[in-house]
């Protein structure tokens, strides 16, 4: 089924992995890549094998995040690109820290170590390397959401569902509930230059049972999809193929010939 033309509501990304949303005015898109600075560093659980000089995938248990660690959902963060400047703030208590040198990656390191002292495996560690992405999956890819199967997914929980829940890179508006799945396998043009091709559903973990901000797990939207739609899934996966700046209000929309 041909799907109508959309637009991208907001454009996020997720300095960090497992802190904060980073809303973006705009975000160039590279053949091959993720979202400039997605994913970008992550703290690690306990050792995890992790070698900065040959920079691999490791799935998301190796790191904090929200599917375990549902405290940090009510952290706010904020990361500075030019200066590489992660700030924390959990109520009264803060951190600002350079993540470039040693110092600061170690004052991060034990803001984490004090918050998720009952959750460690062993001593928290920034990781980062050059290039790499800690993303959930081993592909570098762009993660879009349909807010109208978020607004289904409202309906059947009863309650007000945060689309941030979902830590996708694009929200898009305009195609039907669930409408995303139909296009797996097709290239969607975003904005005038971009285009990505869509490679995969994205089942839903834990994590978003989450409240973001509050940090309380209050829903249990994977069950709640299982029981009525046979399946865990929200938001698509896609691959960028060609280049581009992109923004919110821009169209995104099938190209003819998929």
Not at 148 to 171: C, K, M, T
Not at 229 to 256: F, K, M, N, Q, S
Request: net charge neutral.
């Amino acid at each position: 089924m041909r799907q109508a033309p959309a637009s991208i509501r907001k454009v996020y990304r997720y300095p960090v992995k497992g802190l904060s949303a980073e809303p973006l005015e705009r975000a160039l898109l590279t053949p091959g890549q993720t979202i400039a600075g997605d994913r970008r560093y992550a703290i690690e659980n306990g050792p995890s094998g992790f070698d900065p000089a040959a920079p691999a995938y490791f799935p998301k248990q190796r790191f904090l995040m929200l599917m375990r660690n549902e405290r940090l959902a009510r952290l706010d963060t904020r990361f500075d690109d030019a200066t590489e400047t992660l700030d924390v703030r959990d109520g009264d208590a803060t951190v600002r820290a350079d993540l470039r040198t040693p110092e600061g990656r170690q004052r991060v390191e034990a803001f984490f170590a004090t918050l998720c002292a009952d959750e460690l495996r062993g001593p928290p560690k920034v990781l980062h390397a050059p290039g790499h992405s800690f993303s959930d999956v081993s592909r570098k890819v762009v993660s879009i959401i349909n807010l109208a199967s978020v607004a289904a997914i409202e309906q059947l929980v009863g309650a007000p569902v945060d689309p941030v829940r979902f830590r996708g890179n694009l929200l898009v508006e305009g195609w039907p509930a669930w409408g995303e799945f139909e296009l797996v396998g097709q290239t969607l043009a975003l904005g005038a230059e971009a285009r990505v091709r869509v490679v995969k559903r994205i089942e839903r973990c834990a994590a978003t049972n989450v409240e973001p901000g509050s940090g309380i797990r209050d829903l249990n939207i994977p069950h709640s999809l299982l029981r009525a739609c046979g399946h865990t899934d929200c938001g698509v996966y896609a691959e960028v193929i060609a280049g581009g700046t992109i923004a919110p209000g821009d169209r995104i929309a099938p190209l003819d010939g998929d």
